[in-house]
């Protein structure tokens, strides 16, 4: 198995390739740079493991939500790719390749995870990490006030991502006693999008690229919370 995964979803722009269950990666914190870094990236982990674009199995691109404009990069970036090459791509969920970063570096296994959506919401999933150490959504994933998100019964949960350093209050009052800690500072990485993204190629998930396309969650301006179901 060959793969490539892009992400772009928030400041941080990050590339990683996928073989064989290796993965080796290339990270930046670089706002409004994505467009300069993100081919340059791709190409040279390419370059590097000695490969071609044609000999990839596969791709996978971090899909949203989201930096509206991250989004669009991503999804721009992969399609074209995946027409030049004729490769499928595999969309995948930002905040469950995040919750999935929290599982791989932190050994969590119940990650709630929330981007801040600006106008006083959030982003918003609830995974758990399944036997094999994927992580799996608790429900859809979410755009909501912080103080009206879903969270599941249970406990031991750890919060990740920016809309935790946005709304910590709120989000914290909702998660109560079973939230054991945040790490608001965490974003996502391709690492983790390669890794969703092989395994979701191998059960099917596969895509033509004129279907690899950004996911908002808020097409225009909400007035209520609104969820929509995960591939």
Excluded at 8 to 21: G, Q, R, Y
Excluded at 32 to 38: D, G, W
Excluded at 207 to 225: G, H, I, M, N, T
Aim: charged residues 20%.
């Amino acid at each position: 198995m060959k793969l490539l995964a892009i992400d772009t979803t928030e400041a941080a722009c990050s590339a990683a390739l996928f073989i064989d269950d290796a993965i080796s990666d290339r990270f930046q914190v670089a706002p409004r740079q994505h467009s300069a870094l993100i081919l340059p990236m791709l190409d040279d982990l390419l370059s590097a493991a000695g490969l071609a674009l044609g000999q990839l199995d596969g791709l996978a691109f971090a899909r949203g939500p989201g930096s509206f404009t991250g989004v669009r990069i991503a999804a721009g970036v992969i399609q074209g790719v995946a027409l030049g090459a004729d490769l499928p791509v595999v969309p995948v969920s930002s905040l469950l390749a995040l919750a999935q970063r929290a599982c791989r570096e932190h050994r969590a296994d119940r990650v709630l995870a929330a981007f801040d959506a600006r106008m006083n919401e959030v982003y918003w999933l609830a995974a758990q990490a399944g036997e094999d150490g994927m992580m799996q959504p608790l429900g859809d994933e979410q755009v909501a006030d912080p103080a009206q998100v879903a969270v599941p019964a249970g406990g031991h949960w750890l919060g990740v991502g920016g809309g935790w350093g946005a709304y910590p209050e709120p989000l914290a009052a909702r998660a109560g006693e079973g939230l054991v800690a945040t790490l608001p500072e965490m974003s996502v990485h391709a690492h983790d999008v390669a890794r969703l993204g092989a395994a979701g190629l191998v059960a099917g998930a596969g895509v033509p690229a004129e279907q690899a396309v950004p996911v908002y969650l808020r097409d225009k301006v909400a007035a209520k919370p609104r969820a929509r179901p995960l591939l």
